[in-house]
């Protein structure tokens, strides 16, 4: 397959700043750090890390809501970071974003068809084009074009995640950022959400970058998985493998927090190590791995500089210096 | 779904057509007893002001000198006669004509210029600092202080006045719209509104607008009381409205010589400064129900 869009080196830093007039900088975020991935055409690639892990910014940076700082996208062989207005534009129509809140992320005082019309008429489309056009994503997504003139706070959560997912695609994207998609939603109509994605991911040729922090998910719905955590890139690898035969010993102790439920005694080691990841020592200033501070199995090299990301057999890579490049 | 009710959906749509704001913003108001009551006063007053010389018994600045200080009841003068033998419910009629100019003009138009600045503040950051800071400048001063210097600068007059009511109220409406912008812009809509390429005015414009302009509207609402006290309060001054015009704020304070013999001549007026404020306040509350989607379906359907 080929690569849809290949980042090298991306970071990004978030600086707080003070004042108005005269800012100074009181604190940096590096938001995400060096990273580099690939995403094929056609695939699905899964992000899992904690929160704070950089993951949406990845996704925003993809999309140019959020400027990196340094490193490299090509989006199917263009550089997107030196794209002017006019090529932005354009890259608008291939690369679209569906939200976590659905309701929050459709403007609450248009009706749904507005919500829907708004890209098309970004666009310059006629009217009763527009209209058209409407009621067929509507239909593409499941729901009742007849329904479209009710306001979003009329409609559940799950028709409000497909009205925004209807809206996405009204340009005929061939890349969604999925920001937490289902994460809003009841497990109930999670299911029937992420079906209705791997329908269109299908019958549309997409492309997505599907962000979550629900391990289960994208297990089942991706099929290939990167973890982040603070920023860095820490595995990538098929889903199935990186489930499986977790790498990285943040990785493992991720997955651990993964609730059970059958084995109930779990329960309590799984809110433990959640608990362990969430409040671990702020990580060490200077370059260092950034699971240092928390790992069962640190040696004293894992301080002094990042391990790289090695790619091993079967496509996987992996940040971590247990594991010595095989090729 | 079924082609069925894709079908059936399709053919209910010209019935159950999307009703417009004001549809709902009529019944709103309408359904709300307590609205209609506000709107009935506003009507009312406004109605008085429009058709004051046929339905005022008697001229304005006519003066019986033997009729002076009679109080509210007596035969042909039902609210009273003033110090100078003026009929009070004539000049009552009559003064609603400046009053209720003097509080909603300047009142329409502090938001005509509040809003946009206040949208554009949050959108621009760094413009957003200089309009608010320079708000804060006209803040330091107190409302009326402000008015009073600036209406003593232009001098005398109703349209004077005017201008330095404006001037005041720029500062509250605008912090008022400047908070409610910069909650919106972080709406994850406005963020899915700059994905899908719409460029920064028709963002502001068309997708934060509707939300904004509902807060300015009922603050605007609500402020309409403390700028007619206020207009009264630079007439008083001999910077508004000039005597012997009827208006209700200089009424009031004409009233207030002879508060202990005949308290009629200021509490008249000033009661129906106050009906009017509240009538207005009233009507801010219920507006904002029914301006907004997600509650105004509920009033309405609540009161079929």
């Not at chain 2, 009679?70 to 009053?99: E, F, K, M």
Request: charged share 20%; hydrophobic share 45%; glycine share 8%.
């Amino acid at each position: 397959m080929k690569n849809l869009i290949e980042i090298r080196n991306l970071s990004k830093t978030f600086r707080v700043r003070r004042g108005s007039f005269l800012r100074r900088e009181i604190s940096e975020n590096p938001a995400v750090s060096d990273i580099s991935i690939d995403i094929r055409k056609g695939e699905i690639l899964g992000c899992v890390g904690g929160s704070g892990s950089g993951k949406s910014t990845l996704g925003r940076m993809i999309l140019r809501l959020i400027e990196a700082d340094s490193g490299s996208i090509t989006y199917a062989g263009a550089d997107l970071r030196s794209f002017g207005p006019a090529e932005l534009r354009l890259h608008r129509r291939r690369a679209q974003i569906v939200f976590q809140d659905p309701l929050q992320s459709l403007n609450p005082r248009r009706t749904v068809a507005e919500n829907v019309a708004r890209p098309l008429l970004n666009f310059g489309m006629r009217a009763e084009e527009v209209q058209a056009r409407v009621d067929e994503v509507l239909q593409l997504v499941g729901l009742d074009p007849g329904q479209a003139y009710r306001y979003p706070h009329e409609f559940s959560g799950g028709q409000c995640q497909r009205i925004a997912i209807a809206r996405a695609l009204t340009l005929e994207p061939e890349f969604l950022f999925l920001d937490e998609p289902v994460s809003a939603l009841d497990v109930s109509i999670q299911a029937q959400i992420l079906t209705l994605l791997r329908d269109l991911q299908v019958k549309l040729g997409l492309t997505f970058l599907f962000v979550s922090h629900d391990l289960k998910i994208v297990r089942q719905f991706c099929d290939r998985t990167m973890v982040m955590y603070r920023g860095k890139l820490l595995e990538t690898g098929e889903s199935d493998q990186v489930y499986r035969q977790p790498l990285h010993p943040f990785t493992q102790d991720f997955l651990g927090t993964v609730l059970h439920l059958k084995r109930d005694n779990r329960w309590e080691a799984a809110a433990e190590r959640a608990e362990d990841l969430e409040s671990a020592a702020p990580a060490m200033s200077g370059p260092c791995c950034p699971y240092v501070s928390n790992c069962q199995q640190r040696m004293p090299e894992c301080a002094r500089a990042m391990p790289a990301l090695r790619t091993l057999h079967d496509q996987r890579s992996v940040a971590c210096l247990l594991y010595p490049a095989t090729a | 779904m079924s082609d069925v009710s894709l079908e059936t959906g399709r053919r209910k749509q010209p019935a159950e057509k999307r009703r417009s704001n004001l549809y709902f913003v009529w019944r709103g108001v309408l359904g709300d007893p307590v609205a209609r009551i506000a709107v009935g006063i506003i009507l009312i007053f406004f109605l008085a002001a429009v058709f004051a010389p046929w339905i005022a018994p008697w001229p304005p600045n006519e003066a019986d000198p033997s009729m002076r200080l009679r109080p509210p009841g007596t035969p042909g003068h039902w609210l009273g006669v003033d110090n100078q033998g003026r009929d009070i419910l004539s000049r009552l009629i009559y003064g609603a004509r400046y009053t209720l100019l003097c509080g909603i003009t300047p009142v329409v138009l502090g938001a005509v210029i509040s809003v946009p600045l206040g949208m554009f503040g949050a959108w621009y950051p760094v413009a957003g600092a200089v309009i608010m800071r320079s708000m804060d400048v006209l803040f330091a001063f107190p409302m009326a202080l402000l008015a009073i210097l600036l209406a003593a600068l232009m001098g005398p007059g109703i349209g004077n006045m005017m201008i330095a009511l404006v001037v005041t109220l720029i500062p509250y409406n605008t912090r008022v719209v400047y908070a409610a912008a910069c909650l919106e812009r972080d709406q994850a809509y406005v963020e899915a509104a700059r994905a899908m390429a719409t460029p920064g005015y028709k963002i502001i414009l068309s997708e934060m607008m509707p939300n904004v302009i509902a807060s300015s509207v009922v603050y605007s609402c609500t402020i309409v009381g403390a700028v007619v006290i206020t207009a009264a309060g630079l007439s008083f001054l001999g910077l508004g409205v000039q005597p012997p015009t009827a208006e209700w704020g200089i009424m009031t304070s004409e009233g207030r010589n002879f508060i202990f013999n005949a308290p009629h001549i200021a509490a008249v007026p000033g009661l129906a400064i106050t009906i009017l404020v509240m009538a207005f306040n009233l009507l801010g509350d219920s507006l904002r129900d029914s301006l907004d989607p997600r509650t105004r379906l509920m009033l309405i359907k609540r009161r079929k």
